[in-house]
Each structure stands twice: as structure tokens, then as C-alpha cells.
């Protein structure tokens, strides 16, 4: 297995675990039955950290097919370097920091760490398609 995929399945299997945050804080809000039992979005309530938390497991979703994408081209195109080595490294620990600071509230460290693992995204298809 490349390096690459390699942290692309690490990526993935964190984004899987985002979900538990909120669900837990909805059983705390709601209580364990009426939380289980729910499934209209309108009745769902969180606290507003379980609310921020579940759209940062949102926007980790979305951005996890553009970057798995990605990842894959590369792997396909066998264009793997050091520089792609580093992006997806980068990737998933941005990814990691946007999720607790989108969770906790801290808007300037949220974007940051959005945007920087947007350009380790860039750099992976930049690589991908012979521009770096």
C-alpha cells in the first residue's frame, strides 16, 4: 500500500469516528430513547457544541470525497512523491484541528486549518497532473 492510501484510509476512518461526538451530546440533550428513536431532522436538538460538531462532521464528508478522489488519481497515475507524502499528512491533521476547532467555536484556527488542508488537497492534484 502506498503512503498516500495509506493516510487516505487513516483520514477515512477518522471522519467515520466524527459522528460520535455529536450523537453523544444529542443523547445528553434529548435523552438516550427519545435520541435513538428520532428521526425527523426539525426534532433533533443538540447543544450548540453538538450542533457546530455536527457540521464539522459535514464539511469533513464533503471534503473527503474531493481529497479520496484525488488520493486515488494519484495512486492510479502512480505520480507519488515526496511532496504528495507530505499533503496527505497534512491533510488528515488539518482536517483533525478544523474539526475540534469548528466543534469548540474558535473561528480564525477553524479557517486556517480549512485552508491549509484545502491546499494539501490543491498540491495532490497539482501533482497528480505534472504541474509541481
Do not use: C, K
Amino acid at each position: 500500500m502506498s503512503t498516500e492510501l495509506y493516510w487516505l484510509l487513516l483520514t477515512t476512518l477518522m471522519t467515520t469516528l466524527f459522528w460520535l461526538p455529536y450523537i453523544l451530546d444529542r443523547m445528553m440533550v434529548m435523552g438516550l430513547g427519545p435520541a435513538m428513536s428520532e428521526t425527523s431532522a426539525d426534532q433533533v436538538r443538540h447543544s450548540p457544541w453538538g450542533s457546530r460538531s455536527r457540521a464539522a462532521h459535514s464539511n469533513a464528508v464533503e471534503n473527503l470525497v474531493v481529497f479520496g478522489a484525488a488520493v486515488l488519481a494519484l495512486h492510479v497515475l502512480g505520480a507519488g512523491s515526496s511532496v504528495t507524502v507530505l499533503a496527505v499528512q497534512v491533510y488528515f491533521y488539518s482536517r483533525l484541528a478544523h474539526f475540534f476547532f469548528h466543534t469548540f467555536g474558535i473561528p480564525y484556527l477553524r479557517t486556517l486549518s480549512f485552508f491549509t488542508a484545502w491546499l494539501a488537497t490543491l498540491a495532490v492534484i497539482l501533482t497528480s497532473l505534472g504541474w509541481i
